[in-house]
């Protein structure tokens, strides 16, 4: 049977800037995990190699888990390597001999320099450090590899189950659900694929997000699984869930806190979302990388509806033609797809934010991505946010065209006070123009503001001038059937360049399109939405 040990705590610690550490690895400090050792002096704000480890008793076989790390990472165990973590944030598993069972040492050689697959330019911060938790969990020899549970019939409580047992197992395997219903089935050549009706099941909604478990066995191994039966579908401009419109009112939200970066605790996590909930609002674009575990469980329990995305910020050719950038992202889109499959909370699954989607070369970049997703999760309605507007390209390859438009911001002319006549008019001119038989989301839209700078004449940067634009977007969005919903830029204040030139817009060197500061504390545009959504409390 399996037993799993989290790791996080204080690790031994060493910043070794553009000196790559080898084996056996020196540390003379030490860090948090979860932690981003770039916010804590004397490494703040610097850039290279750094090494992290501590002393593990295991033995046999082991799967490693880490949470997200950045911006690059490799493994090793007692100064081996044993993989590596390529892509930011994503969470990643490493299947792995520990050999006799005695105390081992695991080392996380991080990499916080910039390279090509995260840009200096993308507007948030990347971090160094270990995001999320670590655990390491010991296998038997032949163990269940995956448990895949997609709902076929939301109606009919109807679900397929697929899933993969190491070595090429044959033989009996027991699912016990939380309901009490079980059924014994046969996994030939370590595979599983099965459709049944659940009985006494329960729909997962954004009212009532009820889960199921299934407890999938063989013998000397089992695995947990929790699920949720709903079906995410669109008819036209509206997105359904079992059966019914939904409308996404939410925010692109950063993982991101001042004083621990990415590496924020779960309960800040869960309290954000709390905020979020509790205020009117069922959706949060993970903006723009792949979630942690915690969020995504969390937003499964509270019924928040989850947009999950890769990394790749703006990206434009020759690296969006470049086929070994291609094969990076069809790569991250597998894992992630594959990874996340179960949660029922994931209403939009998307990739490469705001590309050059105006040119011709990309509609086969788009359909790779789509493509792969599609393979491995036939029901996912999958998207990307695009700020080309009108001279997009490939609306007619995804399920749902989402627009980043900012209008009242980037799109200002001389006027810079009172949004009024630009917000409303410049999206319904969007929505006539975009295509009538797939739902029109509004993935981004905001303006900067500053806390605390009140201005009466509105000025840009002001409370004022942000709640104005929000207020009207909001009325625009709740107005109209045609609009599936909205995610606000963005949730709260997050830190991002600190160089080039770029940094002019961004005071503090933080984006300020937060609807709350970078502390959580409410601007203006926090009142003026939550009050149209018939809330207002914080
Ligand atoms: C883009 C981008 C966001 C953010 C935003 C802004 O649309 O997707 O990450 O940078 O603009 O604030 O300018």
Redesign the pocket.
């Known amino acids: 049977m399996r037993t799993t040990q989290v790791l996080n705590g204080v690790w031994e610690f060493s910043f070794c800037g553009a000196e790559k550490p080898v084996p056996p690895f020196g540390t003379r400090e030490f860090t948090a995990v979860p932690g981003c050792f770039d916010l804590m002096e004397p490494h703040c704000g610097k850039r290279g190699y750094a090494v992290v480890k501590r002393k593990v008793f295991a033995g046999g076989l082991v799967e490693l888990f880490i949470d997200g790390l950045g911006i690059k990472g490799e493994i090793f165990w007692d100064g081996a390597p044993v993989g590596s973590a390529p892509y930011a944030y994503m969470p990643e598993s490493f299947v792995f001999d520990a050999g006799e069972e005695k105390s081992h040492e695991l080392a996380v050689v991080l990499d916080n320099r910039f390279c090509e697959d995260f840009d200096p330019f993308f ?2 911060y990347g971090y160094g450090g270990i995001y999320g938790d670590v655990t390491l969990t010991l296998l038997p020899a032949t163990h269940i590899e995956r448990v895949l549970i997609s709902t076929e019939d939301y109606k009919k409580g109807t679900i397929r189950v697929r899933t993969s047992v190491s070595g090429g197992f044959s033989g009996e395997a027991k699912m016990v659900f939380d309901t009490g219903f079980e059924k014994t089935v046969q996994v030939e050549n370590g595979r599983y694929d099965g459709t049944f009706s659940l009985p006494d099941f329960r729909l997962w909604s954004v009212e009532e997000p009820s889960l199921h478990t299934l407890d999938f066995s063989i013998p000397g191994d089992e695995v947990i699984e929790s699920f949720g039966i709903r079906e995410f579908r669109t008819e036209g401009r509206r997105i359904l869930l079992n059966g019914k419109p939904v409308k996404l009112l939410g925010f692109n939200r950063h993982e991101s806190h001042p004083e621990m970066g990415a590496a924020m605790p779960v309960q800040l996590i869960a309290s954000d979302l709390r905020l979020l909930k509790e205020n009117g609002f069922n959706f949060i674009r993970g ?2 990388y792949p979630q942690r575990a915690a969020l995504l469980e969390l937003c499964d329990k509270m019924g928040i509806l989850v947009w999950e995305e890769t990394i790749g ?1 703006g990206v434009k050719p020759p690296l969006l033609h470049d086929e070994k950038f291609l094969a990076r992202q069809l790569e991250q889109v597998e894992r992630l797809t594959l990874r996340n499959f179960n949660h029922p909370c994931i209403v939009i699954k998307a990739f490469l ?2 590309n050059r989607c105006d040119v011709e070369e990309t509609r086969h970049v788009i359909r790779a991505l789509y493509d792969k997703i599609r393979s491995v999760d036939e029901h996912a309605l999958i998207s990307f ?1 695009s ?1 080309r507007y009108e001279k997009d390209v490939t609306t007619d390859i995804v399920d749902v065209v989402s627009m ?1 438009p ?1 209008p009242g911001w ?1 799109d200002s002319t001389t006027e810079t006070i009172n949004t009024n006549g630009r917000v409303k008019p410049r999206l319904q001119e969007l929505s006539d123009f975009l295509p009538k038989d797939k739902p029109f989301l509004i993935s ?1 839209i ?1 303006a900067e503001a500053l806390l605390g700078f009140r201005d009466p004449l509105k000025t840009y940067w002001s409370e004022e001038y942000q709640a104005e634009l929000l207020r009207e977007c909001f009325e625009y969005v709740l107005g109209h059937d045609d609009c599936a919903g909205v995610a606000v ?1 963005h949730f709260a204040d997050t830190r991002s360049y600190v160089c080039g030139n770029q940094i002019y817009g961004r005071a503090r060197g933080f ?1 300020n ?1 937060g609807i709350l500061d970078e502390y959580r504390r409410p601007k203006l545009a926090w009142t003026a939405v939550t009050e149209l959504l018939g809330k207002g409390k914080k």
């Open positions: 507007d948030f903006s723009h910020w934010n705001e946010a700020n980043n900012y980037y981004e905001g830029w984006n399109k």
